[in-house]
Nanobody, 113 residues
Framework: VQLQASGGGLVQAGGSLRLSCEAS????????MGWYRQAPGKQRELVAV??????NYADSVKGRFTISRDNAKKTVYLQMNSLKPEDTAVYYC?????????WGKGTQVTVSS
C-alpha cells in the first residue's frame, strides 16, 4: 500500500492550498482517512480526520480547513484557507483500514508572513 500526497508548497498568509492523498495497492474497507502535521521541534498532531460517519478537526484549524474524501478514488483532500504562518509544517496523510494504519511520506506546507 502506498499513499501519495501532493499539493504542498509556499503560500503567503491568508492564502489557500489544497492537499491530496491517494491510496494505492491492496487496501480495503477503509475506516478513516485523515491528515496530521508536524512542525519543526514539535510533535505530530492531528489536523482533520473523517471516518465512521464523523469528521473531527483540530481546534486551531476549525472554520479554515475542510477535509473531504472520494472513496471510489481512495483519495482524501484537505482544503486549507486563510492560512497562517503557524500552519507551516510537514503534512502527512493517514489511512486506517480494518487491521492497520498507513502513512504517507508528507508534503511541506510553508506559510510566509
Amino acid at each position: 500500500v502506498q499513499l501519495q500526497a501532493s499539493g504542498g508548497g509556499l503560500v503567503q498568509a491568508g492564502g489557500s492550498l489544497r492537499l491530496s492523498c491517494e491510496a494505492s495497492g491492496s487496501i480495503f474497507s477503509i475506516n478513516s482517512m485523515g491528515w496530521y502535521r508536524q512542525a519543526p521541534g514539535k510533535q505530530r498532531e492531528l489536523v482533520a480526520v473523517q471516518g465512521g460517519g464523523s469528521t473531527n478537526y483540530a481546534d486551531s484549524v476549525k472554520g479554515r480547513f475542510t477535509i473531504s474524501r472520494d472513496n471510489a478514488k481512495k483519495t482524501v483532500y484537505l482544503q486549507m484557507n486563510s492560512l497562517k504562518p503557524e500552519d507551516t509544517a510537514v503534512y502527512y496523510c493517514k489511512v486506517q483500514d480494518r487491521t492497520r494504519s498507513y502513512w504517507g511520506k508528507g508534503t511541506q506546507v510553508t506559510v510566509s508572513s
